[in-house]
């Protein structure tokens, strides 16, 4: 896809002129971002590698998919994305949270999401705190920050991931009767038996002890290609019985 144009970039605060604008704020300034063809703010911090949350009064319905281009830097990707989380205004107020709405892209690439992450290193400064520089902290007298080393997970997790990724490969391309392990002319009991049988297995919930942060992506992308699965049979269960 072309660059868009007339669309909203996300710019940081005016930089002191005696301040060089560092590559990671450079970034910040190109971050821009559409939602269905209409260009909506997001905030650097709420892109991640699995999905966005998207700041919006009006937050989409759960379970909706959208089509979603982001360019940032020189990184120009489209995925479809899957609402797993609304927070409405009222919800917000309560929480001391902001409204909107959070979705995982589901055909992205993993060669683009390791592009993404790769990217967003230089943006997404670690801890949340701001970039620090050599000459920025000999200017003030102070110590650079040391960079985090990259987090080990335990062998178990990874072990579990990668049985994860491969039951996601698996399922790629196959029919939704298949994804389901029911047979093709399976009837409504049928395949909300084996619905109900897959959330207890892949619900996303029942992997949130877990530190590495794909596992719950990737188990949510198996959650949700069930659930279409289940849907799209649903939907030709009661087409069929509606027909004369």
């Known amino acids: 896809m072309s660059d868009k144009p007339g669309g909203t970039l996300i710019r940081s605060s005016p930089l002191p002129s005696a301040q060089p604008l560092t590559a990671a704020r450079k970034l910040q300034r190109t971050l821009y971002c559409e939602i269905d063809g209409l260009p909506v703010e997001l905030d650097p911090y709420e892109l991640h590698s699995a999905g966005m949350f998207i700041v919006t009064p009006q937050p989409v319905p759960m379970d909706s998919e959208v089509e979603v281009f982001v360019r940032i830097g020189e990184l120009r990707f489209e995925a479809t994305g899957h609402v797993v989380k609304t927070v409405s205004c009222q919800a917000a107020a309560k929480s001391g949270r902001k409204p909107g709405y ?4 589901t055909n992205l ?13 230089g943006v997404q400064p670690l801890s ?3 970039e620090e520089t050599a000459s920025s902290a000999r200017a003030t007298g102070e110590p650079p920050r040391q960079s985090m080393p990259a987090p080990k997970y335990d062998r178990a997790e990874i072990s579990l991931l990668e049985q994860l990724q ?8 196959k029919p939704a009767w ?10 409504l009991a049928e395949i909300k038996a084996a619905f109900f049988h897959a959330s207890k297995r892949y619900h996303p919930h029942l992997f949130a002890r877990y ?4 596992i719950k992506r990737v188990v949510t992308e198996l959650f949700i290609a069930h659930k279409r699965a289940y849907t799209s049979m649903r939907k030709g269960i009661s087409m069929r019985a509606s027909r004369p």
């Open 211 to 214: 530190a590495h942060p794909d």
């Open 166 to 173: 491969k039951q996601r490969e698996q399922l790629c391309g």
């Open 178 to 187: 298949s994804v389901l392990g029911v047979s093709q002319g399976a009837d």
């Open 102 to 105: 959070a979705l995982l892209f």
């Open 109 to 121: 690439p993993e060669s683009e999401r390791q592009r993404l992450t790769e990217t967003l290193r």
């Open 128 to 130: 949340g705190a701001p």
